[in-house]
């Protein structure tokens, strides 16, 4: 009952403040103990929301729509920005590969936990770094081959 009292004074603290920044609203979300810090697995639950078909594969196409559309986030070349940063590996996917690398850019002081001090100056870095210093890696998507119809009549 207590812990449950000190959550309803953070929202209202929270709600309080004027216009929250959208990061802090998705850190807030994140945070699903509400102790103020992300761990690993809290992270993790950010970027695989935008898995909307549960394959634990994110596509910049899944990441780009969700960003826009469904949490209307930002825009469109924001959310390609983020995109690219958290593909480290550069696959073109978002996958379980990334997320150890994607949680030890944000943990700058490399406690184990982020706090949103660290989400917020890591978040600022990643949407502030201009685009064209990213190598946007080319899309590989191959084409279908034309089946070849054995088409008797
Ligand atoms: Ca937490
Ligand atoms: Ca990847
Ligand atoms: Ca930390």
Redesign the pocket.
Known sequence: MLSLLVVCALVASVLSNSEPQREVILFDK??????????RA?LDNIFLAFDVNHDREVTNSEFENDWTVLYNLGAPLEARTLFIKADTNDDGHITDADLPQIFTFFDTNKDA?ISLDEFLTQWGELKNAPVDSIIVPVATTPSPEPPTSSHTH
């Open positions: 994140a945070d699903g103990d509400n102790d103020g810090q992300l761990s809290e936990s």
